[in-house]
């Protein structure tokens, strides 16, 4: 019997720090990395520069099918993201790609066609999975679950923070409303709702630092023998 490649699942709300505690396990082990949030960004870039509109699933799950994407690690940078040989790493980070991904990430269709796309990452020695049903639907038989938590509002000042944004303007009082319609709209969809797996290991990182949720994540790597 062969034993399979093992895959650490990391779920979670927007603005959590599932991306940055993914990238850090996956340079700590030397494992690869799916940014599943990456794709769903991909296929909404996409539509919106071919002005495909955000609810033709059947055109969607065209552009989800044949997305000619490549993801190549830039040793200490994180990861350039190549959508027809376009480099898009910026992008999809606009918060506007973030709201039309929420939006394609609805349709099943699309979901059904980044599916094998996605399992395709894990390879040898081992993948760290970062999304939103990575452990309920991509890999539901992935060794260990992580499922971050964090409370609207801490998530909405950290990404103040990034945006240098002030947390008593207007602005921020937008990316707080922002997160908490996105939030719904993950959770409340019929397909692959945003939901922890019920082995999933619950993290609250409201009041942790990276540096202490990547310790809990080791810690529960090495405890389970995944390395
Ligand atoms: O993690 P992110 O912000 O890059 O994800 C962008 C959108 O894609 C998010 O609103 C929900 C969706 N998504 C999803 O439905 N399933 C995933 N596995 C990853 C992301």
Redesign the pocket.
């Known amino acids: 019997m062969s034993v399979e490649t093992p895959v650490v699942a990391v779920d979670g709300p ?1 603005g959590v720090g ?2 940055t505690l993914a990238l850090s396990l996956s340079a700590h082990l030397r494992w690869h990395l799916l ?4 794709l ?2 991909l296929v909404a870039l996409s539509a919106m520069r071919q002005r495909t509109a955000l609810d033709d699933e059947t055109t969607l799950a065209g552009i989800a099918r044949t997305l000619p994407v490549a993801f190549s690690v830039q040793p200490g940078q994180g990861v350039r993201i190549d959508l027809a040989g376009d480099d898009v790493t910026r992008a999809i980070r606009e918060e506007h790609v ?1 709201d039309a ?2 939006r394609v ?1 609805a349709l099943p269709a699309v ?1 059904a066609n980044l599916l094998e796309r996605q399992r395709d990452f894990r390879t040898a020695p081992g993948l760290v999975a ?5 452990g309920t639907v ?1 890999f539901p038989h992935a060794p260990l679950k992580l499922f971050l938590t964090a409370s609207a509002e801490v998530r909405a000042r950290r990404r103040a923070a990034q945006l240098s944004v002030p947390e008593n303007s207007a602005t921020f009082e937008k990316i707080y409303s922002d997160i908490i319609s ?1 939030d719904q ?2 959770a409340s969809r019929t397909t ?1 709702p ?1 939901k922890p797996a019920d082995d999933a290991v619950i993290l609250d990182t409201s009041e942790l630092g990276i540096d202490q949720v990547l310790r809990q994540a080791i810690t529960l790597i090495v405890d389970r023998g995944l390395q």
């Open positions: 927007s599932k991306g940014d599943s949030g990456a769903y960004r973030g991904a929420s990430a979901r970062d999304g939103r049903d990575m991509v996105r709209r993950d692959a945003l």
